[in-house]
């Protein structure tokens, strides 16, 4: 078979690592392997991967060295032509003129969003990994560039607590992860943060600050309050603006992170997961398997159908929220 693989919406550190692990095993397999670049805007355009020797098609020795890599080396877009049924068609009409049989995807909800569409109108087989730093789809514990997500912005806090220390004050870090509380829980958990604000419960201003009086009294210098980005008290800066109208006891400074957990070299975890997980999409193609999402849970390699990934929220464990809210004391 001609097995396509392309990353697609927001890049995630692991996705290299997974490239690798698809196009080895897929070739391993017996397959021949077509890197589409800059995901489905790529597709349209017929912008495919080209080898030393001038071919379009990925070998064993395109995919040397990557796993440390972040970023994507197939590079990755999110494409508003794609999501016209005018684009679904002319992707379709690409995928019979380069002879592709089936495709695995890297990426998340919007990516599977787009991976049922295309099912739809093609009858090639398609199977994907979840690349993503927000950890927001369903049918695997974590997503690939989570972790690495997760460890940068611990540095990042670390650091911040060293000045919040210094001059006795308050920061809050806002964090990615769209409309999943994920990344900044396992990161106030992780940073030893006083206060988490996430879209997954409910943000009281006034509560805050009589936890944040209560810690003052009993000695506290320095406070770290992440904030998910899609928390309903609306980010990081408003929630200061709200915190200080309350009383406050700490002079405040503000934080947003954005984009600089997105790059860098993945950490070992998100290697090994994007390893298995690319590595068990590439058999799932190989078995005739179609329509599904590679994940782990439970150190288990599973497949779950593209619709169940993201059709509900996935929740937040309760019992790390509980062990936060117990050791911010
Ligand atoms: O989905 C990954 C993510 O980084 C989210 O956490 C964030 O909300 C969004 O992408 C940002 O998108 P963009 O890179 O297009 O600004």
Known sequence: MRVGVFCSGGDAPGMNACLRAIVRSAITAGHEVVGIRRGYQGLLDEDFYVNSNGEAVMRLRSVSNLSKLGGTKLRSSRSEEFRTEAGQQKAVDMLGKHRIDALIPIGGDGTFHGAVALARRWKGQIIGCPGT????????????????????AVEALDRLRDTAE??????????????????????????????????????NVPHIVQHLQVLKARGKKSIMIVVAEGDEAGGAELLNDNLKSAGCPFQTRVLTLGHLQRGGSPVPDDRILASRLGDFAAQAITEGETGAMAGVINHRLILTPFTDTYAKHKPVPEELLELLRTLSA
């Open 166 to 203: 210094s001059h006795e004050r308050l920061f809050l870090v806002e964090v990615m992860g769209r409309h999943s509380g994920y990344i900044a829980l396992y990161t106030a958990l992780a940073g030893g943060a006083e206060v988490v604000a996430l879209p997954e419960t409910e943000t």
């Open 133 to 152: 730093i927000d950890n927001d789809l369903l049918g695997t514990d974590f997503t690939i560039g989570f972790a690495t997500a997760v460890y940068t």
